[in-house]
Nanobody, 117 residues
């Protein structure tokens, strides 16, 4: 199982960013993908999850209205798009595929998003 994310991004405040996560090694539609982020000096923060089978999403309340998850079954890729960026969105963003117990989750390598003018 592999989750490979897109490269680092630099954005101005107020802009949007879209990060991709291409998965391989398993059936894309069989597992939810979660998105988390970690800001400098902070713990991991769960942003939400997407069901690649039907595109169903669940967003953490903090991000509703500003984040969109999508899934492309033709390329086995999920995306997170975050709009109206501020400096507080500077973080490393991770996609994670969980596994049923006793399995361990699989993580993407992380994507640095920096918001700065």
């Amino acid at each position: 199982v592999q989750l490979v994310q897109s490269g680092a991004e630099l954005r101005n405040p107020g802009a949007s960013v879209k990060v991709s996560c291409k998965v391989s090694g398993y059936s894309f539609i069989q597992h939810y993908i979660d998105w988390l982020r970690q800001a400098p000096g902070q713990g991991l923060e769960w942003m939400g999850r997407i069901d690649p089978e039907d595109g169903g999403t669940k967003y953490a309340p903090k991000f509703r209205g500003r984040v969109t998850f999508t899934a492309d079954t033709s390329t086995s890729t999920v995306y997170v798009e975050l709009s109206s960026l501020t400096s507080e969105d500077t973080a490393v963003y991770y996609c994670v595929r969980n596994s049923p117990p006793p399995g361990s989750p699989f993580w993407g390598q992380g994507t640095q998003v920096t918001v700065s003018s």
